[in-house]
């Protein structure tokens, strides 16, 4: 199924941003909105120091509806303690007060540095009257919720009458255990909370969950499904297979903006014992720096492959049956380097796209993840976070 050549809203929903002056001068507040109340789902962070966003949505969630999501970026509002949740809830209320529904129907999103106070007062007033600059561009609100990301990420595509799109931000501080950064998802299907729970799970597990630029788990990770029903019934299988292709693809676009990053590295494990070794495995090199430094300097030090395997120690691994390919070309067998072609090695390393196999030969379970290269960008980015 191909995606919208440029990415669209379903039926019934907008957003609008604007630059409030939390940032110096990019727009730095967004606001999503369905023109009914939406069947929704969320997943978040797993982080022990949750944001106050994180904190109120939990609660929101469980009514199971929302009308909209109100993101702030620049300031997180985590470890602000009674008065950051107090001003997540002054948010919400201040965007439900600006679309006319009730403030537990809003979802509330902050992104940016930890350990800051809102500024809520300059938020609830750069809420007025953003309802009259609502619009069918999916990437006007990306734009409001972007921190270090170089450029919006939104995509959509069709599922018999109905649409599905996805809107996220997100380029350090990804590894999440339960969604991604942030990330949200309309459509116009008509499906019940518990289906778009379910739905949302399994999508998440295969793709925002195998995520990860450099294995560290944000505070403020979120993940929502809103469906307002509007285009009627879809078929359920075809939607969840929509559902995660598109997961998969944000996934891989998250991947390839991560902060420095040059290449995007995607690491398959396959042949393990169970799915559990698979996707342990799998995550191992695509967080080791190792692995991201020899793909960032094309340099062949394959052994790297095996040490990154190697230290998940309760996986079942049998060194004399482990094997490795570089983008199609085999660099190790039999737990040994094997004869290559350094430039042919160098040369799938350089490219843009980086695809590290190892086949474990001890089952039939495979997983992957997705991540990037590491390199100075990175260091130079997160080096100046906090003043930027």
Same mark, same amino acid.
């Given at each position: 199924?191909?995606?919208?050549?440029?990415?669209?809203?379903?039926?019934?929903?907008?957003?609008?941003?604007?630059?409030?002056?939390?940032?110096?001068?990019?727009?730095?507040?967004?606001?999503?909105?369905? %023109?009914?109340?939406?069947?929704?789902?969320?997943?978040?962070?797993?982080?022990?120091?949750?944001?106050?966003?994180?904190?109120?949505?939990? *609660?929101?969630?469980?009514?199971?509806?929302?009308?909209?999501?109100?993101?702030?970026?620049?300031?997180?509002?985590?470890?602000?303690?009674?008065?950051?949740?107090?001003?997540?809830?002054?948010?919400?209320?201040?965007?439900?007060?600006?679309?006319?529904?009730?403030?537990?129907?809003?979802?509330?999103?902050?992104?940016?540095?930890?350990?800051?106070?809102?500024?809520?007062?300059?938020?609830?007033?750069?809420?007025?009257?953003?309802?009259?600059?609502?619009?069918?561009?999916?990437?006007?609100?990306?734009? $409001?919720?972007?921190?270090?990301?170089?450029?919006?990420?939104?995509?959509?595509?069709?599922?018999?009458?109905?649409?599905?799109?996805?809107?996220?931000?997100?380029?350090?501080?990804?590894?999440?255990?339960?969604?991604?950064?942030?990330?949200?998802?309309?459509? %116009?299907?008509?499906?019940?909370? *518990?289906?778009? @729970?379910?739905?949302?799970?399994?999508?998440?597990?295969?793709? /925002?969950?195998?995520?990860?630029?450099?294995?560290?788990?944000?505070?403020?990770?979120?993940?929502?499904?809103?469906?307002?029903?509007?285009?009627?019934?879809?078929?359920?299988?075809? /939607?969840?297979?929509?559902?995660?292709?598109?997961?998969?693809?944000?996934? *891989?676009?998250?991947?390839?903006?991560?902060?420095?990053?040059?290449?995007?590295?995607?690491?398959?494990?396959?042949?393990?014992?169970?799915?559990?070794?698979?996707?342990?495995?799998?995550?191992?090199?695509?967080?080791?720096?190792?692995?991201?430094?020899?793909?960032?300097?094309?340099?062949?030090?394959?052994?790297?492959?095996?040490?990154?395997?190697?230290?998940?120690?309760?996986?079942?691994?049998?060194?004399?049956?482990?094997?490795?390919?570089?983008?199609?070309?085999?660099?190790?067998?039999?737990?040994?380097?094997?004869?290559? @072609?350094?430039?042919?090695?160098?040369?799938?390393?350089?490219?843009?796209?980086?695809?590290?196999?190892?086949?474990? $030969?001890?089952? $039939?379970?495979?997983?992957?993840?997705?991540?990037?290269?590491?390199?100075?960008?990175?260091?130079?980015?997160?080096?100046?976070?906090?003043?930027?």
């Amino acid at each position: 199924m191909p995606f919208h050549d440029q990415p669209r809203f379903p039926q019934g929903f907008r957003c609008a941003s604007r630059h409030i002056g939390l940032k110096p001068d990019a727009k730095d507040l967004a606001l999503f909105v369905s %023109d009914v109340d939406a069947p929704a789902a969320a997943m978040f962070t797993r982080n022990q120091f949750p944001g106050a966003p994180v904190i109120l949505g939990r *609660e929101t969630i469980k009514t199971g509806r929302l009308r909209g999501i109100v993101v702030n970026s620049k300031i997180s509002n985590v470890a602000t303690g009674e008065l950051g949740l107090q001003n997540a809830r002054r948010m919400a209320a201040a965007a439900a007060d600006e679309v006319g529904c009730a403030a537990d129907r809003f979802l509330v999103s902050s992104t940016g540095v930890i350990g800051v106070q809102l500024p809520i007062e300059v938020i609830e007033m750069g809420l007025h009257g953003m309802a009259e600059e609502l619009q069918d561009d999916p990437l006007v609100g990306a734009e $409001g919720i972007m921190t270090t990301d170089t450029y919006a990420k939104a995509l959509s595509l069709s599922v018999g009458d109905a649409t599905i799109t996805w809107v996220a931000k997100g380029s350090g501080m990804i590894e999440p255990n339960m969604a991604t950064m942030l990330a949200y998802i309309f459509t %116009d299907a008509a499906l019940s909370t *518990e289906t778009l @729970d379910g739905m949302l799970r399994a999508a998440v597990r295969v793709s /925002f969950n195998m995520l990860s630029v450099d294995s560290d788990t944000s505070t403020s990770d979120t993940c929502v499904l809103m469906a307002n029903g509007l285009a009627g019934p879809v078929d359920n299988k075809a /939607f969840a297979e929509r559902l995660t292709e598109g997961c998969l693809r944000i996934t *891989e676009m998250l991947a390839r903006d991560g902060e420095g990053a040059t290449r995007l590295l995607r690491i398959t494990t396959r042949g393990a014992k169970s799915a559990n070794d698979a996707r342990r495995i799998a995550k191992s090199l695509v967080n080791s720096p190792l692995i991201k430094t020899m793909v960032h300097g094309a340099d062949p030090n394959v052994g790297r492959i095996l040490m990154a395997v190697g230290k998940v120690f309760d996986a079942t691994i049998v060194p004399a049956k482990t094997g490795a390919s570089i983008n199609g070309l085999e660099v190790l067998k039999g737990g040994m380097r094997v004869a290559y @072609d350094d430039k042919k090695a160098r040369a799938a390393l350089a490219a843009d796209i980086v695809d590290i196999v190892v086949d474990l $030969g001890v089952g $039939g379970e495979t997983a992957t993840a997705y991540g990037c290269d590491l390199s100075k960008g990175y260091i130079d980015e997160n080096g100046a976070y906090y003043s930027s």
